[in-house]
Antibody, heavy 116, light 107 residues
Framework: EVQLVESGGGLVQPGGSLRLSCAASGFIFSKYSMNWVRQAPGKGLEWISYISSSSSAIYYADSVQGRFAISRDNAKNSLYLQMNSLRAEDTAVYYC?????????WGRGTLVTVSS | EIVLTQSPGTLSLSPGERATLSCRASQSVSSSYLAWYQQKPGQAPRLLMY???SRATGIPDRFSGSGSGTDFTLTISRLEPEDFAVYYC????????FGQGTKLEIK
């Protein structure tokens, strides 16, 4: 089955760190660029980061630039998001999404809550 | 950054009716790199349309997309009960931005 499964979310204090993972299966992960998208409670979708298939191109939204780092391990069919200096406004469901020119496959998301 | 504005914010219709959702961009979207997604409560978004007017795999033909430049439309010809959800447009021609969403609710 073609799918993406996120993990690693949870409750973290302001200023803390968290590492999210996204496990891909059912397709050739190494051929696709990938993205992270988040959705704050009751809000819309916000793109936050992109990584090309070979990791040669990486982009971030201004809201996370300098605090978040995207990476991937094609041998493990996995995508990662290292999140540092977390703020209350980073509270959201974080989705990984496959990029086939558009976002054609999404995981179910993992909830990150930043609160003291 | 290209800002996408969706209207209306909420659309109240009955099953069997026609739904028309609008997405307006602050500047021209290159090569009609415009997608539409459907999201139901507690679920991930699902790709409906790409390239403004191409249906994604498995999407029924009651869904259609149109438009170019700065004005785009998603039309659902005859609403089924499962179509009531939130719909987002997204441009992927210059970085990636989403509209704020249109909630399609049962009247």
């Amino acid at each position: 089955e073609v799918q993406l499964v996120e993990s690693g979310g949870g409750l973290v204090q302001p200023g803390g760190s968290l590492r999210l993972s996204c496990a891909a299966s059912g397709f050739i992960f190494s051929k696709y660029s990938m993205n992270w998208v988040r959705q704050a409670p009751g809000k819309g979708l916000e793109w936050i980061s992109y990584i090309s298939s070979s990791s040669s191109a990486i982009y971030y939204a201004d809201s996370v630039q300098g605090r978040f780092a995207i990476s991937r391990d094609n041998a493990k069919n996995s995508l990662y998001l290292q999140m540092n200096s977390l703020r209350a406004e980073d509270t959201a469901v974080y989705y990984c999404a496959r990029y086939g020119g558009y976002f054609d496959l999404w995981g179910r998301g993992t909830l990150v809550t930043v609160s003291s | 950054e290209i800002v996408l504005t969706q209207s209306p914010g909420t659309l109240s219709l009955s099953p069997g009716e026609r739904a028309t959702l609008s997405c307006r961009a602050s500047q021209s979207v290159s090569s009609s790199y415009l997608a539409w997604y459907q999201q139901k409560p507690g679920q991930a978004p699902r790709l409906l349309m790409y390239g403004a007017s191409s249906r994604a795999t498995g999407i029924p033909d009651r869904f259609s997309g149109s438009g170019s430049g700065t004005d785009f439309t998603l039309t659902i010809s005859r609403l089924e009960p499962e179509d009531f959800a939130v719909y987002y447009c997204q441009q992927y021609g210059s970085s990636y931005t989403f509209g704020q969403g249109t909630k399609l609710e049962i009247k």
